[in-house]
């Protein structure tokens, strides 16, 4: 099929686009072109590109005709953000593919209240982007169970892998936390370290895209959560970075009123935005439906991803593999 990928030079893109090549898709890879994707495979030079900004294109109104005009079989939207935004996409896609295929979050449900969360759970979502995505997606899945149309969801968790820094063991993406660790230093966590933090690698996510699109009469007006088989504790996550370097975790607690003002107000913001959700996500229905099998357990993507930091320079510690 000729697929078009929106947002194809991010991290989901970057593992996607190939994957897409390799089943023999043809493949149009549309972005602002500020970036190259993290990494340079040879499945790339049979892409077409084309740079096109979004932003721009979605205040004049053009941007659902410049994506009508590609001809696509297929669209992944990776980067629909706003609510605003739908309408021209409805407008100019309907009746006119096979299937969209939209990039959600976890974030839709908000705090959790069971763990591990199900799609059909209940969600209130908070903070601007749980909200609308949130939106989109209610939209798309109502189009899509009316047959107006054929739209399915995919909610990655915290998205991780060589090339970006994942998010740490305290909650944020402070990267002093790791060295630490690695050096046997003292952490300190907020609370007692028991909020729950849900990785997923790149390509594992990639792959949940190439199976929604595999497998149409299983993915349309349906959502699938895409993270890692088992989410991790501060606590636990901690203990297990420490131990790749021969440490032992010397952690300290301290309440969430007294913990923010030991950190940056950046630092204190994504930590809390982190340990209030706790995700925790069921893979069960993508396994079930999709086949979803992801290769990488959260430390095993987190590990990946410090091991490349460190080979750049971006943390001190020796290299892990």
Avoid at 121 to 150: C, N, T, V, W
Wanted: glycine share 10%; hydrophobic share 40%; net charge neutral.
């Amino acid at each position: 099929m000729k697929i078009l990928v929106i947002g194809a030079t991010g991290h989901i893109g970057t593992c996607l686009v190939p994957r897409l090549v390799a089943a023999g898709h043809e493949v149009v890879a549309m972005s602002r072109g500020n970036r190259k994707p993290y990494s340079s495979l040879p499945a790339w030079e049979k892409v077409e590109t084309i740079r096109i900004d979004r932003k721009e294109e979605d205040k004049k109104g053009s941007f659902g005709r410049a994506v009508r005009a590609v001809g696509a079989d297929v669209v992944i939207d990776l980067i629909l953000f706003k609510a605003s935004s739908l309408p021209q996409i409805l407008e100019a896609l309907t009746g006119r593919i096979r299937q969209f295929v939209f990039c959600g979050t976890m974030w839709v449900y908000g705090p959790i209240e069971s763990a591990p969360t199900y799609e059909n759970d209940f969600r209130l979502p908070d903070g601007e982007y749980g909200i609308q995505k949130a939106m989109l997606e209610s939209e798309l899945l109502s189009a899509a169970h009316d047959g107006r149309f054929p739209a399915t969801v995919l909610h990655p968790g915290h998205i991780s892998g060589p090339g970006w820094a994942p998010i740490g063991p305290a909650g944020n993406l402070n990267l002093e936390v790791f060295e630490k660790l690695g050096l046997g230093a003292g952490v300190c966590l907020p609370d007692l370290g028991l909020a729950t933090l849900h990785h997923v690698h790149a390509d594992d996510v990639a792959q949940a895209f190439e199976l929604a699109v595999a497998n149409p009469r299983a993915a349309i007006g349906e959502s699938f959560n895409v993270v890692s088989p088992r989410a991790l504790t501060l606590r636990g996550f901690s203990r297990a970075v420490a131990g790749w370097f021969s440490q032992e975790a010397r952690l300290t607690y301290l309440p969430w009123s007294e913990w923010r003002s030991t950190v940056s107000e950046e630092d204190a913001e994504i930590t809390w935005e982190h340990i209030r959700h706790c995700p925790c996500g069921s893979i069960e229905k993508g396994r079930r439906l999709l086949g979803y099998n992801p290769r990488y357990s959260s430390l095993e993507t987190v590990r990946e991803a410090l091991d490349w930091l460190i080979r750049n320079g971006k943390v001190d510690l020796p290299p892990l593999s």
